[in-house]
């Protein structure tokens, strides 16, 4: 690709930098120098991501790296440990020891008035205990695509086709990303792209302290069955570590949120916009932009930049943000290729304020609670919602803050198209007597080609836990105009973690539990029902360690 320009384009709180494009796919041949400031002191560059490891050698890693692998690591360290505190101690479930009881689903929806009638609950369509993680938390993500589910562990890669438990490929997530046997490669993400028919993957690659890797790829085709049938690229980040990458795109685009962590200086949170590929099964080199500190309207850094899973093949990806303490609003920044790759935004959308949630009480003879992090986004889905409208976009998220017991999960369908965005619809799902956490959201989308089909439900899977009850894995469903179902318990836990994930030096006090959990809408769900299907991959415990659960499940 040739960058043949360079524009920037100013408007009420909106500044971009676009990058002309002549053609998706192709290398980059030049490029401008030097970046433009925008009005919260961000620049925007070109990026080349290369198709081989880039040939660092391996080394020793930094303190941050060691960290991150063990858990994503906070903006804060020292506010979060205080703000983590604070939520503990006025945590009523933390007080005593609470009886365990299913959490009570509660809507704000303007669609459903408090008489409408629950939505029916969800039935399970497949379910299958996945790849065991070989290091923990399991940070179990997965997709599902037209012919096969492919799911990314802590360390670990496993391929399905669409009717069997057991994995045609298996192996170190190394080999699925062409990193070199000898890295630390965590912190994976996989999406299915209905628009290309590929899947896409992201994660870390630390070679050194020196040296870090956004490791960043795609199948060749729609059906891969091993590791040999996937393109690797890398951007380089030198001695910055790109933190706990999120996966998203849009029609023509490729995007990925970092949080990154330099060896001196602050911290910050970038985009980065690489054009995916033209058809065929040839291994090119990504071409695209890096957005680098993102900001939030009131120019505190817009944290862990969730950009949505665009299953319409929309022309623009809407990329989601908050601050890392809590707030009453969710940035919307925009992402698309109109003339050249161009960052919008941000536009804030008013919610009702949320703040750090509390950490997760475990039965005994655990050591330690579960950490339920900061409040960070970590799935998005973009899709069209015919209940708002035949070609009305919605953005699916949900996110861990505090409520009930502790801690409880809120969801939003967020209108990302006037400014400022607004929520179609919004709710919790809450419990005083049990923490709620580690959400997964998706519409019931169904795009295959130029067929479209269903969207106006959703499924969001969670797990509940307590100081009495081991995690559960749970899920509800919703409907057009009406309430949340009541919760299905998909899969329970033998008892509490108490692994090497405890305590580490890197996360005193605390048991790392699934740092993110996966949904995704079924490109090929049966037409002939009421409803689409998502399938989901979330963790529980067994034998004192986390695995991985996945599953497909249908609303009612």
């Known amino acids: 690709m040739r960058f043949r320009r360079r524009v920037l384009v100013v408007s009420a709180c909106l500044a971009v930098l676009a990058f002309a494009a002549a053609a998706p796919g192709m290398s980059l041949a030049s490029s401008p120098s030097g970046g433009v400031v925008t009005p919260h002191g961000a620049t925007s560059e070109p990026v080349v991501a290369v198709t081989q490891r880039p040939p660092h050698p391996p080394g020793a890693l930094s303190a941050a790296q060691l960290a991150a692998i063990a858990g994503p690591l906070p903006q804060d ?85 669409r009717t069997n438990d057991t994995p045609m490929s298996q192996g170190a997530l190394q080999s699925i990303a062409g990193a070199a046997s000898g890295d630390s490669v965590f912190d994976p993400q996989v999406i299915w792209d209905p628009t290309t028919a590929r899947f896409y993957y992201a994660m870390v690659d630390a070679v050194s302290s020196t040296s870090n890797l956004l490791a960043v790829g795609y199948s060749k085709t729609a059906s891969p069955s091993s590791a040999a049938d996937w393109c690797h690229n890398f951007v380089d980040y030198g001695s910055e570590l790109p933190d706990y990458p999120k996966l998203g795109d849009s029609s023509d685009l490729l995007v990925i949120g970092v949080n990154v962590f330099p060896l001196v200086g602050a911290q910050r949170s970038d985009v980065v916009a690489l054009f995916k590929p033209s058809s065929g099964t040839s291994c090119v080199s990504a071409a695209g932009a890096k ?51 161009q960052f919008l935004g941000p536009r804030t959308v008013s919610v009702p304020a949320y703040s750090v949630p509390a950490n997760v009480p475990q039965p005994s003879p655990a050591p330690m609670p579960l950490d339920t992090l900061d409040g960070r986004f970590w799935t998005a889905v973009e899709a069209v919602d015919p209940a708002r409208g035949s070609n ?17 999960v809120r969801w939003y369908e967020i209108n990302p198209t006037p400014s400022p965005p607004v929520p179609y619809d919004s709710g919790s799902q809450s419990s005083s007597s049990v923490f709620v956490f580690n959400q997964a959201i998706a519409p019931d989308r169904r795009v295959s080609g130029a067929g479209r089909q269903y969207g106006d439900a959703m499924v969001l899977a969670f797990n509940t836990g307590s100081a009495t009850q081991p995690v559960d894995v749970e899920m509800v469903s919703k409907t057009a105009g009406s309430p949340p179902s009541a919760p299905v318990v998909v899969k329970t836990s033998s008892g509490p973690i108490s692994d090497g994930a405890c305590g580490d030096p890197e996360h005193p006090g605390v048991c790392r539990w699934g740092d993110y959990s996966a949904a995704s809408p079924d490109p090929s769900s049966d037409t002939s029902q009421s409803h689409g299907v998502v399938w989901f991959s979330n963790a529980f415990a067994a034998s004192t360690h986390a695995h991985t659960w996945n599953w497909s499940a249908r609303p009612k």
Not at 392 to 408: I, N, Q, R
């Open 291 to 341: 957005h680098k500190d993102l900001r939030n309207a009131d120019n505190s850094v817009a944290w862990t930049p969730m950009p949505a899973n665009d299953v319409e093949g929309d022309a623009s990806n809407y990329t989601l943000a908050n601050r890392s303490d809590g707030a009453n609003f969710i940035s919307v920044f925009q992402i698309v290729n109109f003339g050249g790759i």
């Open 77 to 161: 360290a020292a506010g979060f440990a205080t703000a983590k505190a604070q939520a503990n101690a006025r945590a009523p479930g933390w007080v005593g020891a609470p009886a365990p009881a299913a959490p009570r689903s509660t809507s704000s929806a303007r669609s459903a008035p408090s008489t409408s009638a629950a939505s029916s609950q969800p039935s399970t369509l497949r379910s299958w205990q996945g790849a065991d993680p070989t290091l923990t938390p399991s940070d179990s993500h997965g997709a599902i695509g037209s012919t096969r589910y492919v799911e990314l562990v802590n360390a670990q890669y496993a391929i399905y086709d």
């Open 392 to 408: 009305a976009l919605a953005v699916w998220a949900a996110h861990t803050v505090f409520g009930g017991a502790g801690a409880e």
